[in-house]
C-alpha cells in the first residue's frame, strides 16, 4: 500500500521528516480533526503532519497496519471503525476495555496500543461548562457506542445516580450490568429502563429529579428526538443541563430543552476536549499547558458559524 494514499492532496515532500498521524473513518471528508490538531500543533510548536484516510469498510486492519508499517506515528478513529480498532491494539487501556471501542492508537515498543478519549472529552467539556458531576443525577439517553463510550469516564466523576434509557430496555441493561462494579465502586446507583417506560414516571415528579441529561442515541442524526415531548416537559426543568453529543445545529432534543428553560450544549466541546487528550498521549503529557482547548473550540465554532 502507498503511503500516498492516506494523504489527500498533500506533497509528500510536506510530510518528509514529520512526525504522522491521521483520522480514519468512513466518509471521512467533513472530518474536523486534521484542523484541531493543526492548532494544537501550531500552539505546541510541533511540527506534524494530521491527514484522513477513508477505507472501505470492510479494510481498517489493512489500513491501520500499513499506516504503522510506514512509520505513521498515530490515528485517531471514527465511525464505523471503533470497534474494529479496539480488536486492533494489543494493548488496551481500561477505559478503552470498558468502552469496548478505540478512537486513538499509537505504537509503542513495536506495539499498537489502543485508548478512548470520547468518556474524557464529555467530562472535560462538562468541566469547562461549569458542570460539577459529583453527586448529580445524570440521565443517559441511548445505550449504543456512544453511550458506551462516556458512561466509565462519567461513573469515575461520582454521580449520585445515573439512568440509562434506551428505546430496547435490553441493551441498557446490558450496560448497566456491564458497569455495576464501577457504579458500586463509587457508590454510584446505577439504573436501566426503557425510553418509552419513562413516560409512565412523568407524573411522578421523578424525571425533574436529574440535573443533566445526555442524548448519546443516534436519534439527532435522523433530526428526531429521541423524547416525546410529554417526558421532555417533564424532564426540563430550568435547573436542567441538557447536552447532545452531536454538533452543528440545535438538535430536537435540544430544543425541546430550551422551550422549557434548561441550559443547552452541543458536543463541540467534546470533540475538541477528545482531541487534546490524544495529542497529549501521542505528543506527552507535558504539552498540556502549552495548548489551549478552549481556545482552539472558540475558533473552531466561529469558523463554524
Ligand atoms: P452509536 O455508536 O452512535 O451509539 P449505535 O451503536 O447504532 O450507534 O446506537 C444507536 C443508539 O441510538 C441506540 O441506543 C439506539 O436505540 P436502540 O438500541 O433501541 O436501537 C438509539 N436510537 C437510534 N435512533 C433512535 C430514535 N429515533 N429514538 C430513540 N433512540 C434511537
Known amino acids: ?163 440509562i434509557a434506551n428505546r430496547s430496555l435490553g441493551k441498557a441493561k446490558h450496560l448497566a450490568i456491564l458497569f455495576g462494579e464501577l457504579a458500586q465502586s463509587v457508590e454510584a446507583t446505577l439504573l436501566a429502563e426503557s425510553i418509552d417506560d419513562l413516560a409512565t414516571q412523568a407524573s411522578s415528579g421523578v424525571l425533574g429529579q436529574f440535573d443533566l441529561v445526555i442524548n448519546a442515541t443516534a436519534a439527532s442524526l435522523d433530526v428526531l428526538s429521541p423524547l416525546s415531548d410529554q417526558v421532555a416537559a417533564q424532564l426540563f426543568q430550568p435547573r436542567t443541563f441538557a447536552y447532545d453529543l452531536v454538533y452543528g445545529k440545535p438538535t430536537p432534543f435540544m430544543q425541546q430543552a430550551l422551550q422549557h428553560g434548561s441550559r443547552v450544549s452541543d458536543g463541540l466541546g467534546m470533540l475538541v476536549e477528545q482531541a487534546a487528550a490524544a495529542f497529549l498521549i501521542w505528543r506527552g503529557a507535558s504539552f498540556s499547558s502549552a495548548i489551549n482547548p478552549r481556545q482552539v473550540l472558540a475558533e473552531l465554532r466561529h469558523a463554524l458559524a
Not at 500500500?1 to 521528516?17: E, N, S, T
Open 1 to 163: 500500500m502507498d503511503i500516498k494514499l492516506f494523504y489527500d492532496q498533500v506533497d509528500p515532500a510536506a510530510i518528509l521528516g514529520r512526525t504522522c498521524y491521521a483520522v480514519v473513518g468512513n466518509p471521512i471528508g467533513h472530518s474536523r480533526s486534521p484542523w484541531i490538531h493543526q492548532r494544537f500543533a501550531e500552539q505546541a510548536e510541533q511540527k506534524m503532519y494530521y491527514g484522513r484516510i477513508q477505507p472501505p469498510v470492510e479494510q481498517f486492519n489493512a489500513n491501520a497496519q500499513a499506516f504503522f508499517q510506514q512509520g505513521g506515528h498515530g490515528l485517531n478513529i471514527t465511525v464505523p471503525f471503533k470497534l474494529e480498532a479496539c480488536a486492533f491494539a494489543k494493548q488496551l487501556t481500561a477505559r478503552a476495555q470498558l468502552a469496548g471501542a478505540v478512537n486513538t492508537l499509537w505504537q509503542e515498543a513495536g506495539q499498537i496500543n489502543g485508548d478512548n478519549t470520547d468518556g474524557l472529552g464529555l467530562v472535560r467539556d462538562l468541566d469547562a461548562q461549569g458542570i460539577e458531576l459529583k453527586g448529580m443525577k445524570i440521565l443517559i439517553l441511548g445505550a449504543g457506542g456512544a453511550a458506551r463510550g462516556i458512561i466509565g469516564p462519567l461513573l469515575t466523576e461520582g454521580p449520585a445516580v445515573m439512568m
